[in-house]
């Protein structure tokens, strides 16, 4: 049994625990929704140049970037936005050479809805991505070529560059280093001959392959 002078102590202990406790509670977040029926395709091309081994298949996501006009004000101690910004879609690709890819993204692929009691909440596509598992001498390493949906509309294409040796960033990272086409022209240090190329580009409507 607890004594009269510990007794107190106990509950400040208690009320304290079940304050913490209340305050560590996991957030929940509405769930986003992709649109059942999207009208506004974008179809695009995916070629690679140079590559030092066989190419296989990408996987290609677009992230979207939600209004952040819709979501609640921040409230918190630390004044950091919790919900979530951003959503992330893959869609099929279809192979039509060794070298060439395409597929067809959606710039309305998120449903626009009142996610959060403060009106609609409209999308914007902000980048697209075309994810390569290669595999050179018996190891497998990823590589990452993505453009943003502004230069895709702007220049019709994006080139990033991808060394030849496929080197990891770290043993513990099997990812390689890419360049934007503006990143890698500012680099002199980087040998031309050494990189190959995968170039992200609007297809032409009509356009068979």
Not at 39 to 55: C, E, Q
Not at 153 to 159: D, L, R
Request: proline fraction near 8%.
């Amino acid at each position: 049994m607890l004594s009269h002078t510990t007794r107190p102590l106990a509950l400040v202990m208690l009320a304290s625990t079940l304050f913490a406790t209340a305050g560590c509670k996991e957030k929940v977040y509405p769930t986003y929704r992709e649109n059942p029926s999207p009208k506004a395709a974008l179809p695009i091309m995916i070629r690679v140049t140079d590559a030092p081994v066989d190419v296989p298949v990408p996987k290609v996501f677009v992230q979207y970037e939600i209004d952040q006009l819709c979501l609640p004000p921040v409230s918190n101690y630390e004044g950091v936005q919790y919900e979530p910004k951003r959503h992330r879609v893959e869609y099929p690709v279809q192979r039509i050479s060794e070298t060439e890819f395409r597929s067809v993204v959606f710039e309305d692929a998120m449903e626009v809805a009142d996610y959060y009691g403060r009106g609609p909440c409209r999308w914007s596509m902000s980048f697209i991505e075309a994810s390569f598992p290669f595999v050179i001498d018996d190891r497998r390493i990823g590589a990452s070529a993505a453009t943003t949906h502004d230069e895709l509309a702007s220049q019709g294409a994006e080139t990033i560059y991808i060394k030849k040796a496929l080197t990891p960033l770290s043993s513990n990272h099997p990812w390689t280093s890419t360049w934007s086409s503006e990143g890698f022209q500012n680099r002199r240090d980087l040998l031309r001959e050494n990189f190959f190329t995968v170039e992200i580009s609007k297809r032409i409507e009509g356009d068979t392959k």
